[in-house]
T-cell receptor, first 114, second 115 residues
Framework: AQSVTQLGSHVSVSEGALVLLRCNYSSSVPPYLFWYVQYPNQGLQLLLKYTSAATLVKGINGFEAEFKKSETSFHLTKPSAHMSDAAEYFCAVSPNFGNEKLTFGTGTRLTIIP | DTGVSQNPRHKITKRGQNVTFRCDPISEHNRLYWYRQTLGQGPEFLTYFQNEAQLEKSRLLSDRFSAERPKGSFSTLEIQRTEQGDSAMYLC?????????????FGNGTRLTVT
């Protein structure tokens, strides 16, 4: 079975600082990995996805993630945090290409300090 | 594209009552998913449809849960004899089946509270 682990249920960064949200995966086959963002009282929105085409994936709102097989990681980063980035972020994995049956991590709540 | 619509947004019910939620996907999407999200957790897959066919159900979906998508458009999720443990956000998502891995588009969810 595939799974993802998000390290840190809460992360706080100052406005303008680097955002780093950690995700490690467990999979016996090449994984397909995703990051989603959830704003309060809303559904999830796809930030970016890794489908083996390139290890560095760029997403919306200035976010990017790097797939590192040696570290089984897919950490999400943004060079400069903005107040509007405050939300909950979920890492997710799917068993095969084109399959949207996702297994989500427990989420990381990002707080931006003015 | 009006997005995925879910109704109602909130539902409060007493234990033992039946509830039904509705999801209207993006019109051209042929796949529809139901997920459940409890407080402090990520969404958990419940079931999905391709057109009107229910292709997979999670073991989380007990006999009290039933989902339908009768004409391949909107879907309903019914919970019979609700229990307090059913309290959660129920999320619907839709996508277009295809080799490039169409992303899921989520609705804003229905929050169920069982008292």
């Amino acid at each position: 079975a595939q799974s993802v682990t998000q390290l840190g249920s809460h992360v706080s960064v100052s406005e303008g600082a680097l955002v780093l949200l950690r995700c490690n995966y467990s999979s016996s086959v090449p994984p397909y990995l995703f990051w989603y963002v959830q704003y309060p009282n809303q559904g999830l929105q796809l930030l970016l996805k890794y489908t083996s085409a390139a290890t560095l994936v760029k997403g919306i709102n200035g976010f990017e993630a790097e797939f590192k097989k040696s570290e089984t990681s897919f950490h999400l980063t943004k060079p400069s945090a903005h107040m509007s980035d405050a939300a909950e972020y979920f890492c997710a994995v799917s068993p095969n290409f084109g399959n949207e049956k996702l297994t989500f991590g427990t989420g990381t709540r990002l707080t931006i300090i003015p | 594209d009006t997005g995925v619509s879910q109704n109602p947004r909130h539902k409060i019910t007493k234990r033992g009552q039946n509830v039904t939620f509705r999801c209207d996907p993006i019109s051209e999407h042929n796949r529809l998913y139901w997920y459940r999200q409890t407080l402090g957790q990520g969404p958990e897959f419940l079931t999905y449809f391709q057109n009107e066919a229910q292709l997979e159900k999670s073991r989380l979906l007990s006999d009290r849960f039933s989902a339908e998508r009768p004409k391949g458009s909107f879907s309903t999720l019914e919970i019979q004899r609700t229990e307090q443990g059913d309290s959660a956000m129920y999320l619907c998502a839709s996508s277009l089946a295809g080799g490039r891995g169409s992303p899921l588009h989520f609705g804003n969810g229905t929050r169920l509270t069982v008292t």
